[in-house]
């Protein structure tokens, strides 16, 4: 996947069946469900694939246990269906994670071991294993740092864990190896319309030459996620908010504060939301919260009420407290959730099923969803578009479709950091072996290597620090200050490789910087 070529195929190209807006997880799985079909089909992505909501997640694939207990029993269905098929076509970057209740009233551990029955249940066959009740004893064998005070028995539970921005390169790659094209840095200024005002493509620019293209195309489809209310401004006459974004937050603390395989669920929390605490990458990321923002952005800051809230609910379950000084990487993540019909309603009640709207222009836009169901939301998006006569008919063929990179569990050493490239390992490591000077570590304390970085640049369209250290090797994510130590030769990988000179590796490294700043807690910001 090189960006030089995806541009030729750009230029090259006078009419599209199908342009897509926005590289995050429901944009890049309509490309691929697009391309599979036989479409002509085009994506742009205005800075880097998964760059906002789709690398922020709680690294979850999952049926939502909260939806279950809200009653939406169709969205919960459909998510754990999706979850199963994941599992399948992307086994190298989703894996089978056991989740531990820990109860404090006896009651408890009944009401959820029957509740999650009925989760088990609407998995089908697509199960990842069944849930059972634990003695007190288990629970504390299987959470060792969980409050033993108060603590009556527990329940277990099957649920999916993944690498959500690799698994947005890994849709990149597999819609281009689909025949899609596929841009990042390419942003869409414009609708263009004919004399009935239907749209018939776009206008975008290349963010690095600052080159203008005007794109035609049969169907427009808006997959801008937090940023959808704007390219409606760019679509209606009247504006309407079609979106309104919710925060989440997640803390990052060493291994130490949840030792062993499992994760840790919190069903309730002071003000009824869920908390998960999830081993991810040798780390655990504790979140999340669900908090109503005016403003969307591209890095959006954790609030203070945020991170008390994360921490002093981790604390009581926790028997080993973390404390903000325990805090490796605070990231905050907004959720697009389509715009409540009642104003007022607390986002936590807004549902998270997808919607899809087609404009009277012809857009077709689709608000809500979650990263699990990214593959049915594509789906429904190209066959509501075949359904509006925009596209001949073609059948959906994603359902078993591989991601680039899925590789049998048997073969995968989930050991070995390596394992979330799945079948490009090998090419990695003949990486090393031809420039041996590429084994070198990234941070001391990691097992990142420059191979990495090379890789992500020649073959996963990175292109700058923040693309490789927080969506390729996840580094900022893990760690904030780790990541700005290693900013400096970063940069310096990627311009040996891109060409640039040293005024663009010390603007990089400082832009770099101010977006890292973000990841700390507030003391050291």
């Given at each position: 996947?090189?960006?030089?070529?995806?541009?030729?195929?750009?230029?090259?190209?006078?009419?599209?069946?199908?342009?897509?807006?926005?590289?995050?997880?429901?944009?890049?799985?309509?490309?691929?469900?697009?391309?599979?079909?036989?479409?002509?089909?085009?994506?742009?992505?205005?800075?880097?694939?998964?760059?906002?909501?789709?690398?922020?997640?709680?690294?979850?694939?999952?049926?939502?246990?909260?939806?279950?207990?809200?009653?939406?029993?169709?969205?919960?269905?459909?998510?754990?269906?999706?979850?199963?098929?994941?599992?399948?076509?992307?086994?190298?970057?989703?894996?089978?994670?056991?989740?531990?209740?820990?109860?404090?009233?006896?009651?408890?551990?009944?009401?959820?071991?029957?509740?999650?029955?009925?989760?088990?249940?609407?998995?089908?066959?697509?199960?990842?294993?069944?849930?059972?009740?634990?003695?007190?004893?288990?629970?504390?064998?299987?959470?060792?740092?969980?409050?033993?005070?108060?603590?009556?028995?527990?329940?277990?539970?099957?649920?999916?864990?993944?690498?959500?921005?690799?698994?947005?390169v890994n849709l990149a790659q597999t819609a281009v190896e689909n025949g899609a094209c596929v841009l990042n840095y390419t942003k869409v200024v414009n609708l263009l319309k004919d004399n009935n005002n239907q749209i018939t493509g776009v206008q975008a620019?290349?963010?690095?030459?600052?080159?203008?293209?005007?794109?035609?195309?049969?169907?427009?489809?808006?997959?801008?996620?937090?940023?959808?209310?704007?390219?409606?401004?760019?679509?209606?006459?009247?504006?309407?908010?079609?979106?309104?974004?919710?925060?989440?937050?997640?803390?990052?603390?060493?291994?130490?504060?949840?030792?062993?395989?499992?994760?840790?669920?919190?069903?309730?929390?002071?003000?009824?939301?869920?908390?998960?605490?999830?081993?991810?990458?040798?780390?655990?990321?504790?979140?999340?919260?669900?908090?109503?923002?005016?403003?969307?952005?591209?890095?959006?800051?954790?609030?203070?009420?945020?991170?008390?809230?994360?921490?002093?609910?981790?604390?009581?379950?926790?028997?080993?407290?973390?404390?903000?000084?325990?805090?490796?990487?605070?990231?905050?993540?907004?959720?697009?959730?389509?715009?409540?019909?009642?104003?007022?309603?607390?986002?936590?009640?807004?549902?998270?099923?997808?919607?899809?709207?087609?404009?009277?222009?012809?857009?077709?836009?689709?608000?809500?969803?979650?990263?699990?169901?990214?593959?049915?939301?594509?789906?429904?998006?190209?066959?509501?578009?075949?359904?509006?006569?925009?596209?001949?008919?073609?059948?959906?063929?994603?359902?078993?479709?591989?991601?680039?990179?899925?590789?049998?569990?048997?073969?995968?050493?989930?050991?070995?950091?390596?394992?979330?490239?799945?079948?490009?390992?090998?090419?990695?490591?003949?990486?090393?072996?031809?420039?041996?000077?590429?084994?070198?570590?990234?941070?001391?304390?990691?097992?990142?290597?420059?191979?990495?970085?090379?890789?992500?640049?020649?073959?996963?369209?990175?292109?700058?620090?923040?693309?490789?250290?927080?969506?390729?090797?996840?580094?900022?994510?893990?760690?904030?200050?780790?990541?700005?130590?290693?900013?400096?030769?970063?940069?310096?990988?990627?311009?040996?490789?891109?060409?640039?000179?040293?005024?663009?590796?010390?603007?990089?490294?400082?832009?770099?910087?101010?977006?890292?700043?973000?990841?700390?807690?507030?003391?050291?910001?």
């Open positions: 996947m090189n960006r030089s070529e995806q541009l030729l195929k750009l230029q090259n190209t006078e009419n599209w069946d199908v342009i897509i807006i926005g590289g995050g997880a429901s944009g890049l799985g309509t490309a691929i469900d697009a391309a599979s079909r036989g479409y002509k089909t085009i994506l742009l992505e205005a800075v880097d694939f998964a760059k906002g909501t789709s690398s922020r997640s709680t690294k979850l694939v999952h049926g939502g246990v909260r939806y279950l207990a809200q009653g939406d029993v169709h969205l919960v269905r459909e998510a754990l269906k999706e979850r199963g098929l994941l599992a399948q076509n992307a086994n190298h970057l989703v894996k089978n994670q056991s989740f531990v209740i820990p109860n404090y009233h006896w009651l408890s551990g009944y009401f959820y071991t029957i509740g999650l029955k009925i989760y088990d249940l609407l998995s089908g066959g697509l199960s990842l294993g069944s849930s059972k009740y634990l003695s007190k004893k288990k629970t504390i064998e299987m959470l060792p740092n969980v409050e033993e005070d108060g603590l009556v028995n527990g329940v277990i539970y099957h649920d999916g864990q993944f690498d959500d921005s690799r698994l947005a620019v290349d963010q690095e030459t600052g080159i203008n293209y005007n794109i035609k195309g049969a169907i427009v489809i808006n997959a801008t996620g937090v940023f959808t209310n704007a390219i409606m401004k760019l679509n209606d006459k009247v504006y309407k908010k079609y979106i309104v974004p919710s925060q989440g937050i997640h803390l990052v603390f060493d291994k130490s504060f949840l030792p062993g395989e499992h994760a840790l669920m919190i069903p309730k929390t002071k003000d009824g939301r869920v908390l998960f605490a999830v081993p991810w990458h040798n780390h655990v990321v504790v979140g999340t919260t669900d908090t109503l923002i005016k403003k969307q952005s591209l890095e959006p800051i954790a609030l203070e009420s945020e991170i008390e809230f994360v921490l002093e609910t981790a604390q009581r379950f926790l028997a080993k407290k973390p404390t903000r000084a325990d805090v490796l990487s605070v990231f905050a993540g907004l959720r697009p959730l389509a715009a409540p019909k009642e104003e007022g309603k607390s986002t936590k009640e807004v549902s998270r099923s997808h919607k899809i709207i087609v404009s009277e222009t012809g857009l077709i836009t689709i608000t809500g969803g979650k990263w699990t169901t990214y593959r049915k939301i594509a789906e429904d998006i190209i066959d509501k578009a075949i359904l509006k006569g925009k596209l001949p008919k073609k059948p959906c063929i994603t359902q078993h479709l591989s991601i680039h990179g899925n590789k049998p569990t048997t073969t995968l050493d989930r050991e070995d950091h390596l394992y979330i490239y799945g079948s490009d390992i090998a090419k990695i490591l003949q990486l090393q072996e031809e420039e041996p000077e590429l084994k070198e570590k990234l941070h001391p304390d990691y097992e990142f290597t420059l191979a990495e970085i090379v890789w992500a640049v020649r073959y996963e369209m990175a292109r700058t620090i923040d693309d490789i250290l927080a969506r390729r090797v996840r580094l900022l994510f893990l760690n904030a200050r780790a990541a700005i130590e290693v900013s400096e030769k970063t940069a310096r990988v990627i311009a040996k490789e891109l060409g640039h000179d040293e005024n663009w590796i010390a603007k990089e490294i400082a832009d770099f910087k101010a977006t890292a700043k973000g990841f700390f807690l507030s003391e050291f910001r």
